[in-house]
């Protein structure tokens, strides 16, 4: 059976995440209804990464096995046309090896936060961004965030949900920076590892957030960290200024689509 992987853009606000829930929608439900358009099923598709309620995709990855040799761009337009008209879009396909995993051949994920900082109410970006009516200070943020790189037990920023055998995981990179966004002046987070704890960027994201409000320093962050506890985390942020931007392979499937 041919193999392809598909690079999947996606909005996450319609759906309870990626994966695949009885009686919800979720965006995993929505390509397999789709590949069930063109070949019986039923199919069972995996992904690089599980987002979350809310979260959205710039370039998550999953595969899927069919029966029929397809070509890789006829096969991203049919699922496309059977997709409409989701937030959903197939913006890469290409055939790999019987072997190759979405997730477990991946070398490394990363992901993008923005923050909106701006009083009035967001408009066109309702639902990408988190809003924030106050400014942030980054060389603050940056400072506490130099504090979680590397490998670490990452116990206070991760979900009492979370279902990894264990919280020893390594940052690799958390960069903050502040660009001027369409809507107003916006704050990115580029966070970068080979994988993550459940809700660990978001807890990131919210500690960071009150360094750069004032309420923490960056020292507390170090503090937080060493306390590996659940309560020492500053808040969780919102999950719609969230995205999976991007997920890395030794070999990339999608060198024209990347």
């Known amino acids: 059976m041919p193999r392809f992987a598909l690079k999947v853009e996606y909005h996450g606000a319609p759906y309870v995440g ?35 309620a809310g979260v959205h995709g710039l370039g998550q990855v999953a595969h899927c096995d069919l029966t029929k040799n397809w070509n890789p761009f006829r096969l991203s337009e049919a699922l496309n046309y059977h997709l409409k008209p989701q937030p959903i879009a197939i913006v890469g396909c290409a055939q790999v090896a019987a072997d190759w995993h979405a997730r477990f051949s991946a070398l490394e994920r990363h992901y993008l936060f923005r923050i909106l900082m701006r009083r009035a109410p967001a408009t066109h970006d309702n639902g990408l961004v988190w ?36 919280p020893l995981k390594t940052l690799d990179e958390l960069r903050i920076e502040q660009v001027d966004g369409f809507t107003g002046p916006e704050i990115h987070f580029h966070v970068r590892a080979r994988s993550f704890l459940h809700n660990q960027v978001r807890s990131f994201v919210g500690t960071l957030e009150r360094v750069g409000a004032g309420s923490w320093s960056p020292e507390d962050v ?8 659940r309560s020492a985390c500053g808040p969780v942020c919102p999950p719609h200024g969230l995205y999976l931007a991007h997920v890395a392979y030794s070999d990339n499937p999608f060198p024209k689509a990347s």
């Open 18 to 52: 990626w994966q695949r829930q009885k009686d919800h929608p979720s965006v995993q439900g929505a390509i397999e209804d789709a590949l069930s358009r063109l070949e019986p099923g039923p199919h069972k598709i995996a992904a690089a990464g599980r987002t979350d």
């Open 131 to 166: 809003q924030v009516g106050h400014n942030l200070d980054v060389a603050a943020m940056q400072a506490g965030a130099d504090l979680l790189i590397g490998h670490h037990d990452f116990t206070t920023f991760r979900s009492t949900i979370c279902q990894a055998g264990s």
């Open 222 to 229: 170090q503090t937080a960290l060493e306390a590996r506890s």
